[in-house]
Nanobody, 121 residues
Framework: QVQLVESGGDLVQAGGLLRLSCAAS????????MGWYRQVPGKQREWVAD???????NYADSVKGRFTMSRDNAKNTVYLQMNNLKPEDTAVYYC???????????????WGQGTQVTVSS
């Protein structure tokens, strides 16, 4: 089994900062791209950022310049440093990873359970 566990969500005032973590564990041979998504009730889940195994990052325009994603391959963990938070960043944040469980099986998408980020104005 593969598990993704997010942590770090909290209630913070506008302009504040948070750091989210996502750790992958279980039967893992290799992790390719890892990403962060967010969702508010009644809306579709939206992509926030992702990072390749080599460390190349991509960001949604709405968070570019404020959020920074990093990765520790030795720990199978990614982080999302969120600075200058805005009320519109309020959402449940989900971690995603594309994982190969063995060298002979295809890649599959895995998701964490989500962590709540609330930004008050």
């Amino acid at each position: 089994q593969v598990q993704l566990v997010e942590s770090g969500g909290d209630l913070v005032q506008a302009g504040g900062l948070l750091r989210l973590s996502c750790a992958a564990s279980g039967s893992i041979f290799s992790i390719d791209v890892m990403g962060w998504y967010r969702q508010v009730p009644g809306k579709q889940r939206e992509w926030v950022a992702d990072i390749t195994k080599g460390g190349r990052t991509n960001y949604a325009d709405s968070v570019k310049g404020r959020f920074t994603m990093s990765r520790d391959n030795a720990k199978n963990t990614v982080y999302l440093q969120m600075n200058n938070l805005k009320p519109e960043d309020t959402a449940v944040y989900y971690c995603n990873a594309v994982i190969e469980k063995t060298a002979w099986t295809p890649q599959y998408d895995y998701w964490g359970q989500g962590t709540q980020v609330t930004v008050s104005s």
